[in-house]
């Protein structure tokens, strides 16, 4: 059975520190200034970013970073509509692979968006 967007968080979460003590700096280096650097506002907004990041894990077909991103899609304020939109993006550039992917998406977006 295919895991939940919110289990496949979950696992993320608890295996990276893991990966944290096997290579500590690269850890650091990525989740830290790499990460703070690139989503900080600047000419494109924190949303505008991860809404970018977004298409590019559904083209890279990575369930991990899909659900990260939808998570931080809505955490910095996207709409399930800017989310669905970005999913037709990536479908455009990442074809059928993306196709699939954006269901994983739809799913993201179910478990994280705002409930009614």
Known sequence: MAKSPK?????????????AKL?????EDFTKRLMSDVLKD???SL???ELIALGI??????????????????EAGAT?????????????????PALT???????AIEEFGPQK
């Open 42 to 44: 600047g000419v494109l």
């Open 7 to 19: 289990e496949v968080l979950g696992e993320f979460q608890a295996n990276m520190p893991k990966l």
């Open 23 to 27: 290579i500590p700096e690269v850890a």
């Open 101 to 107: 992917y954006s269901t994983f998406v739809a799913k």
């Open 80 to 96: 399930k509509e800017e989310i669905a939109e970005t999913c037709g993006v990536a479908i455009l550039m990442g074809g059928g």
């Open 47 to 49: 949303k505008q970013k």
């Open 57 to 74: 894990a559904i083209c890279a077909t990575c369930d991990y970073c899909i659900a990260i991103h939808v998570k931080k899609c809505f």
